[in-house]
């Protein structure tokens, strides 16, 4: 969800929000489509934690609406520029139109699986 927002969509599909599903009545036995893809709510209605990051990231998403609606992709200025203390972690930033709050939305590629880092300023 941040990978669009930073991008700037405006329309989403969450495919296969619900797992576990056969396409509508056409079940066949030879055929069985029953798949979940990690799914937010689970093939047995149980909700899983990719529901509960969707739903904190809707708060964010509520609290912020009015600068979110309205927002340009920030370009680098490399005098002012934000370095990571990891490697492979995608950053960009939004600026908001109404009010210049600026958003920042990280994505961590790191191949250690390193969850732990900071940014700084320089």
Known sequence: MQSFMAQGSTMLSLYMFYGGTNWGTIGDPDV????DYSA?????????GRLRQL???NLAVQAFN????????????????LECSIED???MQRVSVADSTLFGYLRN???NQQD?????NF
Request: charged letters at 20%; glycine letters at 2%; one cysteine or more.
């Open 32 to 35: 069985y489509t029953s798949y």
């Open 89 to 91: 972690v995608l950053m």
């Open 109 to 111: 590629f790191n191949k």
């Open 40 to 48: 937010c709510i689970r093939e047995y209605g149980y909700l899983s």
């Open 116 to 120: 732990s880092f900071s940014l700084v």
């Open 55 to 57: 739903r904190l990231f």
């Open 66 to 81: 009015e600068q979110i609606a309205q927002t340009d992709r920030k370009t680098i200025n490399h005098a002012r520029q």
